[in-house]
Every structure is written in structure tokens, then in C-alpha cells.
């Protein structure tokens, strides 16, 4: 905070493309954040969520009588009423994963443990606990069902009977020719199968809301941390009979979410039928074991008979592979993770032939939302395994087959066999610029030296996009009767009375830095320090703009946010000059802003500050020039080019920009116990034009830690009659900062042609740490008993079975020569 | 899956005395001390008292004595008083090595070696290494004080010998001896040593020529207490400790007395197979240690 207006501006052109310090860090780092635990309201009260303790059983019967008699207790709630007082949320999947019925709490069944069965609400948190111990629920326990290929079998368990199966969605992607490159292949490598564990990125700010009810307007008053709340009022509205404009969303500072707060909806419905019920303000903030147990997983997805038709130079032609995708309990957000993966349908390869047959089953665990890197990291997840696979049965180098089969920088825009266009990149040299950052050459020499030594060092690389600001239509897909395409964002930049820049925006940041790079934005349009710009973040659909994509999710902000950011401020620009033009009787064109004044260039005399401006317009009208119409409030709604996808071919431009993350790491495995430790970790990122490099590198951090716990120490796991056996931080090994090995990075920028400004969303990290890990330990593998790593979660115990399995077993993977 | 406190009374006895009178007075009592294991308990209703007699401030808790052959050490001292002790830096390092790798600042400031150890966690660092080094603990109740050795201590996972009324006072560590070393290696979950799945713990003396002349040899996570792997250190015993004579040592380990849980950090096949490597890194790091302060 030590920058002064003079020195900076003395030695910068532009705010944007500085690591200024953010804005939002002064009240975080003194704990004077406000999350939604922190909002008090007079008589409030606090609900406890009782929950089930089995993966799947019948509920005989509910009492919960001891328990409305408990002292402080002011009312519960069970599955029978909320099935009284609830429409079945809405589903996304079309008929029949569309007739799966969700409830806020269960009703008649519970398919996962964890689910809530009984809200019990209190005068005290520790009332509505204790009176919870009072609730006698019959349980008649049924055989749960774990992975998505026993869902898929004929004799298993259904979950949702009116279903008829356990099929949520399926569909076949199928772009280019597959089987025409098969027939021209000189080998087909076949991967029987590979398996893309389950975890969660872990925020540090539980799920949380309060709820009040006003009976005179019939409006609902939620503040919460739902990070999208307008697709959380689509799906409460209807489900509850509530009009949505009186359901008045408001955010403020968020703790973390990755993705993970969308669905939490189903938790605030809950929280809005007891405030109508008891006709209080009701609290709810969840715990971290319920987190665990019911907050919202990531897609687990297991991907089968995997066939890589290529040439003997390694030229990949194409992929075939089966896809399961299991999605817990309840769909929810889902069955669009079944079409977000094809957002990157190739990845950062050329191959044009994909057949991808794709099923989402349903299963007794918690249920998925949208977690950091979304559906398109299980997927790019599985092109880096097959790459690395490809290279060591080809005998191939790991290195050279992906720089060969690379989209090359001169190809961009670069459209993908099923219409997504990559904006802009260079691969081949983040690439190298990865390599350079972890000492590649030194290693590979090392690992030489190394070999026979009992040392094993691995070096891998993980090459992924991320893709971001998403076209809506790409739900058609799944479903061609939702009415949903493109995307946008809305914002509102105006002077206040005192001629102060105020900004807000529909966004819900969680420790991206909205208001910091909002500010430098209008800061470099206006003419002024950042630190004059006030921007209000949060959303407040009661008071403040948005639209029905508003939120923070899928890396987009740099886009779409500062899109909207920007053209409102351009209109405030214009109003300005148009306003300042009339005073001095000059041409618009004539008036600069400079230092929070309009003045005529190169006439210090003509100028005006932004409080005379604003004091004409709000205070002084009379005095306005004639014919002027300006507010000095402007609002603009960025949207992006988009078109409808061709729902039958599965065919459109699906994403507007596509950042790169190259990740590269060195490790060494201790062959006696199988721990990894990490030696060296480079990520080069090419996110187009910076805003604020620093937080674009702490993105870059967090989802590498993340990624890194991801491949080593987090698993969400149940056991094979569902219950969880992971469901706090005793068995949940969550990454720490202290587990996270040094990182280094380095950016390239290649701007976006078609974002507003160049940048290109980040953040979601593509799961890169995932597939450098991966790769660096089938590296290890080669050397010795050439063991696929076909798992993405790798515990010690788990290299250390893949360091012992026998040569002669089936590694699951077999290279066919192509006859033909 | 609820995170919050059961209605309990608390009290917080001015003395050592006082302490160990309403824990055999009260019904149901508990003793809270650093509270970072109990605590978490209490909230998630596993188990339960009626009320918390609170001793971290027992001043008698706290002391840190240098006796002739060992150090008393107080139960109420903190992981991080113990890692500032002179007196435990000079006479048993290994302590304040092995105590800095637990958790975090946070919690080191907390808890307390007598809660770590009547805790008795499979996964936690303390009973392995006070075992092998010989720790006997000092207990007192209505009826007395008496002193209960590592190996009788601790009993069975979260159970030590600990009878109704009875409160540990006091840890014995005997002091290094010359030509000895301990050594302390975990296998953890993650990447730093919060949750031990298996951990070694060893202390050997050498003899003036560099033989092992005394070895003991701890595992937990093998089974429901530390065990001593004795048929190990009777065949290390009088060697030079060279790598083969630890590899014929450690065949002799009788797979007998393991009994290894199976659990959502490890198989119990994988904590058999990796006894023998974490005891022989502790092993290893022992004799390191024992052989620096011969040569140095």
C-alpha cells in the first residue's frame, strides 16, 4: 500500500498488467472480512441437520417428538413435510435421468450417507444438537452401490426406481473418422482401463446461510456463499413456490469454493422453508465432517477400453475409450460435466478422430458439483496418460511425442474436430520453458547416473488447458429443450454524489481479486489510482445488477467481469467528456481525464474534477448544458460471441478462451515404502494478457497445491457398504501449505483475440499437478517393472504395490500391430 | 458428524492435589489439559464426561527436573516447552526432534506430553520413541503414587494402564548415555508427519570398540500398543551393526506379533511390510547418532 499517484505514474503507462497491492487483502489479513457467518439477525435461530448414517436404506418412520418437546427447540422438519412443501428439484438431464426426484432432505429413502433426514431448529446451536440426539429414525438398510461400473450392471441395486435404471445421461461423441484412422494406423495401443479417483478442494470457509422471511412482501432475504446464486434461485424457485425476484440473494466475502458452493442451494431451501416456518431468521453454517459427508464432491470417472490408433513416428491419430462418470447421489449441477469435458475435446493435440461413448450413473455417495478444473480435468487427466503410455510402448520420448503432436502456435485460432476454437497459444514453448524451470536436462542425465542405484527419479510432465467463459448452449447438448446459450456478465460504474468511482459487479470473488483488477481497469479509463476506485463486491440481486449467469465459477472473470467492467466504464467515459465537453464548450474528443478531472487538452485552466461533475448531475441540475442526457451511472452487459451448438452432431464453439498450463516435475520414490517426494515443480502458464500478474501466479500456486494434494494424498473413499471412511481431517488428508513443494513459474502471454482485453480466464489449473504426477511416476514405472499407473490418486501404498507387481502380470495395456 | 460440546461442568483446581482429589471424587470426570485430542472427542460425541477438570495451569505440571540418571519431565508441559528445554536439548535430543514434528505451532503450544501419552493414538509420535527409550511414567492417586514402565503403560489403542482416579504427574526419561543414540522415523500421511501409519523408534548403546552392546527397537501401528521387536535386537546385539548383520537381525522379526489394523490410511499388509523398513531407518538413525558422539 506504500505506491504513491506521482511515483507510479511516473514510471507505469497502464495500471492493468501491474501486481499492485489487492485491494481486498488489507481488511482479510485483519480479520475483518464479513462471510456469511459473521451477519447476525435479531431473533435469529439455528438449525442442526441430522443425517443419515447409512449409503442407502428405506426410512420405515421419523419421530420427532422427544425432540420438539427438548427445551429451546422452536420446530423440525422432515422428509414427509419438505415432500408436502417441495416440488422435486428441477432436473437438467432429459427424460428419464430426468425423473430422479431431490428433495432437501430425504424422503421416503436415503442414497447417501451423510444425507439430511431431519432439520431440528433451536434458540442455540447446541440446542438444536442435542435435541437432534432425541429424533428416532427406523431405518431399513439396503445395499449400497459404490463404483459406476457395478451401476451399470443388471443385477445391482437401482437408486431411483422411477429411472429404471441408474443411467443419468448418456451420449456418443463421435468426431472424425475413428475407425478410418484405425484402418490407417500402424498400431492401435488399447488401455483397458484407467480410474479418475474422487476428492474435493477443501475451502476453508464451510458452507453457509442465513435466511430470513418477510411475510409482508413475501420476500426472502438470503445471505449466503452460494457462488452462483441465480442458478440456485432456478432450481429453489420453482421447487418452493417462490417467484424469484423475492428471493433476495446476497454474498459478500467468500472463503474459497472451487466450485464446490454451487449446489449448496439444496442447504439453503432448507433454511428458507423453516424461516417461513418458524417465522424466524435462520442460521445455518455447516461443519466441517458435514462438509466432507455432504458438501459437493468431485466427479469420479473411469474410463475403459482405450484404443490410440498411431503411426509408428508417433503421430497420434485419434482416441476411442467407454467413459463412466459417477456423480454420487443426486445430479444437481449434473448431467453438464457429461458435455464441459468436450470443452477440450483433443486437448493440446492435434489428433482429430475422438469417439468418446459416455455414460453418467448415479451411485450411493455424496453428490458432485463443479470442482476446481471441472469435468475437463478427468479427461485431460486421461489424454496425458495415454500420451505417456503411447511414448513408453512405443518406446518413444515422453518430450518429443508431445511437441510432435502439439497444436503448433501458427495454427491458432485453432478450430477442434467437434468446433471449439482455440484462441491463441504457444505449447511447444511453455513446454519448454517447464523444462527449463525443473532442469530437465540435469535430471534426465541424473536419472542415467542414478539407474541401478536403488534412487528412482521420475520426471513427468502435464500439459493442459484451461478453458474458460463458457457458451451456455452447450447444455443443449445434454438436454435440447433447456432454453440457455452464451454467457455475460453486468456491471454498473457511475460517479456517487462527491464525485467518488463506484463500481459494482453480479460476480461472487472468493480470493480472485475482483475488486483489485476492477479497479485497475477503470483506474486506466478514467484517469485515475486505483485506490480511487471503490468497488463493491458481492451479489445483491435486490439491489445491484446482474444477470443469470452471474457468478464466479469457470474461469471467466478476466472476461467476462472485466468485459462488463470495462464497457461501463467506457460509457462513463463518454458521459464525462460529453458533460465536460458542454462546460467548456469544447468537442467531446478535446477532453482528457486525468488525475480525477476532466479538462480540455492542453488547457490547465479547463478542467473540472469529478465532484463538480458530479455535483452538476445530482446536486446543481439547473445548471446542466442544454440538451445533455447523462446520469454519470452507466451499466453494460459484456457478452461474447456466441452461437448455438448443433445439438445432433455435438458440434460449436463451446468456450472463448483457452489459457495454457504446463506443468513439469521431477521426483524420486523411495523403492522400499513407495512415498514420493517431490524434487522439482515448474508450471509455465500463458493466460493471455496479465491484468495482475501476481494473482494470476497465485492461481497458479493454488491450484498446483491443490492438484499435488490431489495425485498424493486425497481421496474421498466408502466402503462397500457406503459409508464414508474418510469424512473429516483425521482421514481426509487435505494438502496444507507445508506439504506443497516449492513452486516455480513462468508466463508467456499470448493475448486472446477474442476477450475484451486479451486475458483469458484462469484459475481452475486444468488438473495439471494430476497429470505430471502421473506421468513422472509411470516414468518411474519404466524403469523398473513397466507398471501402468492407471489410478490418479497414488498414495505410498499404492507405488509401492506398482514398484512389486509382477512383469509377467497384465498391465492393462497392449500394443497391436496394424496388419493392414 | 456434529461438532459441538455436550452440556459439562468444568472446574479448575488450584493444586495438584486438589486435582487428583476431585478426579476420584467426581463421578465421570475427565482431565483436560492441552485439550487438542479430547477436545475434538468431546465434539464429536465419541465419547464423553460429565466434567473437565482442567490442569493446564498445575504449576506442578510444568516442571522440567535433571535427577542423576534420567530427567522428570512434568505432564502438563507443552510440545513447545519441551522443544525450548535446555535440559531435554542436553540429555534427550531425540525428544526435542521428534516433539517439533508434531502438527503445528498451533497445537505445539497446546498440547502436553501427558496428553499425548494418555491419549495413547496409534498414529501419534510420543509412545514409540518414550518406549524405546525407557520412559517410566509417574502416576499418583488416591491411594498413591506409583511408577508404571513404558511397556506396562501403554496398553491398547487410545488405553493406557491408567486405573479409575489415577492422573500421570510425571514422565521419567532416563538421560542419554554416552556412545548412544535414538533414532525416530514415521511413515505419514502427507506430506509432513501429522498421522503416523507406521512409525520406528529405536536407542542403541555402543560398546568402546563400537559393537552394539544395548538396542532396543520399537514399532506402533503394528498393533494395538508399541511393541519391542525382540528377536531383532537379540540379534543385533554384540554385532558391529554393519548392514549385514541388520539384515540377518531383521530376519529373524517374528511376523507373529504383528497385528497390523487395516484402515483408511494403509492396508494391514502394507504396515507388515513396511515394519522392518521403518524400524531399520530407526535403527540406522540410532547408530548414526550413537556413533557421532563416539567419534566426535
Given at each position: 500500500m506504500s505506491q504513491t499517484l506521482t511515483e507510479d505514474k511516473v514510471s507505469i503507462k497502464t495500471w492493468s498488467g501491474q501486481s499492485i497491492p489487492r485491494k481486498e487483502d488489507g481488511r482479510l489479513v485483519k480479520g475483518q472480512g464479513r462471510f456469511a457467518d459473521d451477519i447476525r439477525r435479531h431473533h435469529e435461530a439455528h438449525v442442526y441437520l441430522l443425517r443419515s448414517p447409512y449409503g442407502h436404506a428405506r426410512i420405515r418412520a421419523v419421530d420427532v417428538s422427544a425432540a420438539e418437546a427438548a427445551p429451546g427447540v422452536i420446530a423440525t422438519l422432515t422428509g414427509a413435510e419438505v415432500h408436502f412443501l417441495q416440488k422435486p428439484f428441477m432436473q437438467i438431464a432429459p427424460l428419464p435421468g430426468g425423473y430422479i426426484e431431490d428433495y432437501c432432505l430425504a424422503v421416503d429413502k436415503v442414497r447417501f450417507m451423510g444425507e439430511p433426514v431431519v432439520a431440528v431448529l433451536a434458540e442455540t446451536a447446541e440446542a438444536a444438537r442435542d435435541a437432534a440426539d432425541l429424533v428416532e429414525v427406523d431405518y431399513e438398510p439396503l445395499p449400497a452401490l459404490i463404483t459406476g461400473e457395478d451401476a451399470l450392471k443388471d443385477d445391482g441395486p437401482v437408486l431411483h426406481g422411477k429411472v429404471g435404471s441408474n443411467v443419468v445421461w448418456h451420449g456418443l461423441y463421435d468426431w472424425g473418422s475413428i475407425d478410418e484412422a484405425k484402418r490407417k494406423a500402424d498400431k492401435i495401443v488399447k488401455i483397458d482401463r484407467l480410474h479418475f479417483h474422487r476428492f474435493t478442494s477443501t475451502p476453508i470457509e464451510c458452507n453457509a446461510a442465513v435466511v430470513e422471511y418477510y411475510p409482508g412482501s413475501e420476500e426472502y432475504t438470503i445471505w449466503c456463499n452460494n457462488t452462483m446464486p441465480q442458478f440456485a434461485a432456478m432450481f429453489m424457485g420453482p421447487a418452493l413456490g417462490i417467484p424469484t425476484d423475492r428471493m433476495h440473494f446476497i454474498t459478500q466475502d467468500i472463503g474459497g469454493s472451487f466450485g464446490n458452493k454451487i449446489t449448496n442451494y439444496v442447504y439453503i431451501a432448507i433454511c428458507a422453508i423453516l424461516a417461513k416456518k418458524s417465522g424466524r431468521p435462520v442460521r445455518w453454517t455447516e461443519y466441517r465432517t458435514d462438509h466432507i459427508l455432504g458438501g459437493s464432491h468431485g466427479n469420479e470417472r473411469t474410463f475403459l477400453d482405450i484404443e490410440v490408433p498411431v503411426k509408428n513416428d508417433g503421430t497420434i491419430l485419434g482416441i476411442d475409450a467407454r467413459a463412466i462418470d459417477d456423480c454420487g447421489a443426486y445430479p444437481r449441477y449434473e448431467p453438464l460435466g457429461s458435455v464441459i469435458w468436450s470443452q477440450v475435446v483433443p486437448g493440446a493435440y492435434q489428433f482429430r478422430n475422438v469417439r468418446v461413448d459416455y455414460t453418467q450413473v448415479v451411485t450411493n455417495k455424496c453428490p458432485v458439483g463443479p470442482n476446481r478444473g471441472y469435468s475437463r480435468l478427468q479427461h485431460l487427466w486421461m489424454l496425458e496418460r495415454v500420451i505417456d503410455i503411447v511414448a513408453h510402448e512405443l518406446n518413444l520420448d515422453a518430450v518429443a511425442i508431445r511437441k510432435q503432436n502439439y497444436i503448433q502456435p501458427e495454427q491458432m485460432p485453432y478450430e477442434t474436430p467437434?468446433?471449439?476454437?482455440?484462441?491463441s497459444g504457444d505449447y511447444p514453448r511453455c513446454l519448454d520453458l517447464a523444462l527449463d524451470l525443473i532442469h530437465y536436462d540435469h535430471w534426465r542425465q541424473r536419472q542415467r547416473e542414478l539407474s541401478g542405484t536403488g534412487k528412482l527419479i521420475g520426471i513427468g510432465i502435464g500439459s493442459t488447458l484451461d478453458s474458460g467463459t463458457n457458451n451456455f448452449g452447450q447444455a443443449r447438448i445434454i438436454n435440447h429443450d433447456l432454453p440457455f446459450s452464451g454467457n455475460g456478465e453486468v456491471s454498473n460504474v457511475k460517479l456517487d454524489l462527491y464525485g467518488e468511482v463506484v463500481v459494482t459487479i453480479g460476480t461472487t470473488p472468493q480470493g480472485q481479486g475482483h475488486e483489485t483488477t476492477a479497479a485497475q481497469v477503470v483506474a486506466d479509463l478514467l484517469g485515475l489510482h486505483p485506490d480511487q476506485v471503490r468497488v463493491l463486491i458481492g451479489h445483491d440481486n435486490g439491489r445491484n445488477v446482474y444477470t443469470g449467469f452471474s457468478g464466479t465459477y469457470a474461469s471467466q472473470f478476466a472476461v467476462t467481469g472485466l468485459g462488463a467492467v470495462r464497457g461501463a466504464a467506457l460509457k462513463l467515459k463518454n458521459e464525462i467528456e460529453l458533460l465536460a465537453a458542454g462546460i467548456f464548450g469544447a468537442a467531446p474528443d478535446a477532453i482528457e481525464l486525468v488525475d480525477g478531472t476532466a479538462r480540455v487538452k492542453g488547457k490547465a485552466e479547463m478542467a473540472i474534477p469529478f465532484i463538480g461533475l458530479a455535483n452538476i448531475v445530482f446536486a446543481n441540475n439547473a445548471t446542466i448544458p442544454d440538451g445533455l442526457d447523462v446520469s454519470l451511472n452507466c451499466t453494460y452487459t459484456y457478452r461474447p460471441s456466441f452461437k448455438i451448438p448443433d445439438v445432433e452432431r455435438k458440434f460449436g464453439n463451446l468456450t472463448l478462451t483457452y489459457a495454457t498450463q504446463i506443468h513439469a516435475c521431477v521426483i524420486e520414490v523411495d523403492e522400499a515404502t513407495g512415498e514420493t517426494k517431490i524434487l522439482e515443480y515448474g508450471a509455465a502458464d500463458d493466460s493471455g494478457t496479465l491484468i495482475h500478474p501476481q494473482i494470476v501466479e497465485g492461481q497458479v500456486h493454488g491450484a498446483a497445491g491443490l492438484g499435488i494434494g490431489a495425485a498424493l494424498y486425497e481421496a474421498l473413499e466408502y466402503d462397500a457398504e457406503g459409508q464414508m471412511i474418510s469424512p473429516n481431517f483425521y482421514a481426509y488428508k487435505a494438502v496444507t501449505a507445508v506439504d506443497v513443494p516449492m513452486i516455480k513459474t513462468a508466463a508467456i502471454e499470448s493475448p486472446s483475440p477474442f476477450s475484451p482485453n486479451g486475458a483469458k480466464g484462469m484459475g481452475e489449473g486444468g488438473g495439471a499437478p494430476l497429470h505430471a504426477i502421473c506421468s513422472a511416476l509411470q516414468d518411474v514405472m519404466y524403469q523398473r517393472t513397466r507398471a501402468i499407473v492407471s489410478d490418479s490418486y497414488n498414495p505410498a501404498e499404492r507405488v509401492y504395490r506398482l514398484l512389486r507387481q509382477s512383469e509377467t502380470a497384465n498391465r492393462g495395456v497392449h500394443v497391436i500391430e496394424n496388419r493392414a | 458428524m456434529a461438532l459441538l460440546l455436550r452440556e459439562l461442568e468444568y472446574v479448575r483446581p488450584d493444586s495438584l492435589e486438589d486435582a487428583v482429589r476431585l478426579l476420584s471424587e467426581l463421578p465421570d470426570a475427565g482431565l483436560l489439559a492441552g485439550g487438542q485430542s479430547l477436545i475434538n472427542v468431546l465434539k464429536m460425541r465419541i465419547g464423553g464426561y460429565s466434567t473437565l477438570i482442567d490442569i493446564s495451569r498445575l504449576r506442578e505440571l510444568k516442571a522440567i527436573e535433571v535427577g542423576e540418571k534420567s530427567l522428570r519431565v512434568g505432564a502438563g508441559v507443552t510440545y513447545d516447552e519441551l522443544m525450548h528445554s535446555m535440559e531435554v536439548s542436553l540429555h534427550r535430543p531425540t525428544l526435542v526432534d521428534v516433539v517439533g514434528r508434531i502438527a503445528d505451532p498451533q497445537v505445539r503450544n497446546r498440547g502436553t506430553l501427558g496428553g499425548n501419552c494418555c491419549y495413547?493414538?496409534?498414529?501419534?509420535?510420543?509412545p514409540p520413541i518414550l518406549t524405546a527409550i525407557g520412559t517410566v511414567f509417574e502416576a499418583r492417586g488416591s491411594h498413591g503414587t506409583r511408577m508404571i514402565p513404558a511397556s506396562e503403560f501403554f496398553v491398547s489403542y487410545y488405553q493406557t494402564s491408567l486405573g479409575p482416579g489415577e492422573m500421570l504427574v510425571a514422565l521419567h526419561v532416563p538421560k542419554l548415555k554416552s556412545r548412544s543414540g535414538d533414532g525416530f522415523v514415521p511413515l505419514s500421511v502427507g506430506g509432513t508427519d501429522v498421522l503416523n501409519i507406521i512409525a520406528g523408534a529405536a536407542t542403541v548403546t555402543l560398546a568402546e570398540e563400537g559393537g552394539i552392546e544395548e538396542v532396543v527397537i520399537v514399532v506402533t501401528g503394528a498393533s494395538e500398543r508399541p511393541i519391542r521387536l525382540e528377536s531383532v535386537e537379540e540379534g543385533l546385539k554384540g554385532t558391529a551393526g554393519q548392514p549385514d548383520d541388520a539384515d540377518r537381525a531383521f530376519s529373524l522379526?517374528?511376523?507373529?506379533?504383528l497385528d497390523p489394523p487395516d484402515d483408511v490410511h494403509a492396508s494391514a499388509e502394507y504396515r507388515r511390510d513396511m515394519v522392518p523398513v521403518f524400524t531399520r531407518r530407526a535403527l540406522e538413525q540410532a547408530m548414526k547418532n550413537a556413533r557421532r558422539g563416539i567419534h566426535d
Open positions: 467437434n468446433g471449439c476454437v482455440y484462441d | 495413547n493414538d496409534p498414529t501419534c509420535h510420543l522379526l517374528d511376523l507373529a506379533l
